[in-house]
């Protein structure tokens, strides 16, 4: 069964970086755009950025400049790095691609 493996989210202070990664373990379809996407209770999950095959990106309003996403289609992964964290940045970040979602992993930034 083919997953997505998230890691690297933790506790930060305002201000620091972060650096997530998500990796398919299985086979997929390799074409596919990789979202990067975060939720907060009682919130919609929110789409923070993409990025296609080719390499084009797209950003949230409220994270640009600060969240650069990346991949690595030979290993099947993508990963976002996040500096000057902010508050507001705190929630549960997916990974999102061919199909399948990570697991989640919480980014908490404290004031």
């Known amino acids: 069964q083919v997953q997505l493996v998230e890691s690297g989210g933790g506790l930060v202070q305002t201000g620091g970086s972060l650096r997530l990664s998500c990796v398919a373990r299985?086979?997929?379809?390799?074409?596919?755009?990789m979202y990067w996407y975060r939720q907060t209770p009682g919130k919609e999950r929110e789409l923070v950025a993409n990025?296609?095959?080719?390499?084009?990106?797209s950003y949230a309003d409220s994270v640009k400049g600060r969240f650069t996403i990346s991949r690595d289609n030979y290993r099947n992964a993508v990963s976002l790095q996040m500096s000057s964290l902010k508050p507001e940045d705190t929630a549960v970040y997916y990974c999102?691609?061919?199909?399948?979602w990570g697991q989640g992993i919480q980014v908490t930034v404290s004031s």
């Open positions: 990025i296609t095959y080719g390499g084009t990106v």
């Open positions: 299985g086979s997929i379809f390799k074409l596919s755009t």
């Open positions: 999102h691609f061919s199909g399948l």
